[in-house]
């Protein structure tokens, strides 16, 4: 399978949308518009293995938690804002506490392509 031309990525752009209900139906949208999905990839990979080695750097001699992490849990939820032409759009406030978060449906859709994906927490 091959990927788009050049030409082609450097056109396109990757739209994120998000909505996320608590228990009590709280409702919480954001949306993000960034860069082709393989010209995100390009970028955002060597950025976060310069963090990466950064992070373990400083935490030489510390015991760190081990396991998989996004990059947003890893960098924070800022993190996809520093590739360049990145823009977010609104903002999901963070679970009050572990209980409201249980209850949360996700509703994601990336509008570049066909279909949305459902996840319950």
């Known amino acids: 399978m091959r990927g788009p031309k050049q030409v082609e990525r450097e056109k396109a752009r990757t739209y994120v ?15 993000l518009e960034t860069l082709e999905s393989y010209s995100f990839t390009a970028v955002s990979v060597p950025q976060i293995a310069a963090l990466l080695l950064e992070k373990v750097a400083s935490e030489r001699g510390h015991r760190n938690k081990g396991g998989v992490y996004t990059p947003a849990q890893a960098f924070g939820a800022d993190f996809v804002t520093c590739i360049p032409s990145t823009v977010r759009f609104g903002m999901l406030e963070p679970p009050r506490d572990d209980a409201s978060a249980k209850g ?5 859709s990336n509008m570049s392509q066909a279909g949305a994906e459902h996840i319950s927490a």
């Open 17 to 31: 949308w998000i909505r996320a209900l608590d228990q009590d139906d709280k409702k919480f949208e954001a949306g």
């Open 104 to 108: 949360m449906v996700i509703d994601s």
